[in-house]
Structures are given as C-alpha cells and as structure tokens.
Nanobody
Framework: QVQLVESGGGLVQAGGSLRLSCAASGSIFGINNMAWYRQAPGKQRELVASLTGGDTSNYADSVKGRFTISRDNAKNTVYLQMSSLRSEDTAVYYC???????????????WGQGTQVTVSS
C-alpha cells in the first residue's frame, strides 16, 4: 500500500520559518498532484498549496508570497517552506497526494497523518 509521512512541524515564533516534508512510500507507480492542507481548531480543512505533476503551483490567498511548495520526484517527497509565519497559520498540516498504483492502472488520493504547526505571537 501507500503511506504518506509528514515531518517538520513544531513551535515557532511569529515571523519565523518552518519547512514541512511529506514522503510517500509503498507501491507507487507515479504521483500526480501533491498538496498541503491545514485545519485549525474549530475550522474546516482548507487547501494551502498544491503542485501538479507538471510543476504548476497554486496557493491560498492567505499564504501567497510567504509559503512555497516544491517536490522531489526522485524521493516522492513534497515540501512546504513557510516563512513570515503568523499566529493564524497555527493548525495541523496534512499532505495529500494523488498516487498512481497497480502499474498505473488507476490513481487514488492518500493523506498523511498530519503535523502540528504552532505559531506563538
């Protein structure tokens, strides 16, 4: 099967930076879109940034100019570089990937377990 494992979360002061990583492993034929979502307490999960297989990126308005999504296809890993962090960025961050399996016969979406990011003001 396929697993996504996030790392890099933690506690940071406002204005600081963090880099999240998400590595996919298992029976992977290829990976299409990869993305980062976040969910703050009492709020719905929201898309933070996404990156297609062709390296087209998309960002939530709230993080444009501060966050950068990137991927290393050789490592099946997606990153989220977060800078100028604000208290409102505090949330559990989840990665998601659309993974081709079964020799590329079909694809399905997988989620990581989440990593906590806390920004203190």
């Amino acid at each position: 099967q396929v697993q996504l494992v996030e790392s890099g979360g933690g506690l940071v002061q406002a204005g600081g930076s963090l880099r999240l990583s998400c590595a996919a492993s298992g029976s992977i034929f290829g990976i299409n879109n990869m993305a980062w979502y976040r969910q703050a307490p009492g709020k719905q999960r929201e898309l933070v940034a996404s990156l297609t297989g062709g390296d087209t990126s998309n960002y939530a308005d709230s993080v444009k100019g501060r966050f950068t999504i990137s991927r290393d296809n050789a490592k099946n890993t997606v990153y989220l570089q977060m800078s100028s962090l604000r208290s409102e960025d505090t949330a559990v961050y989840y990665c998601s990937a659309n993974v081709m399996v079964d020799g590329g016969a079909y694809s399905r979406n997988y989620w990581g377990q989440g990593t906590q990011v806390t920004v203190s003001s």
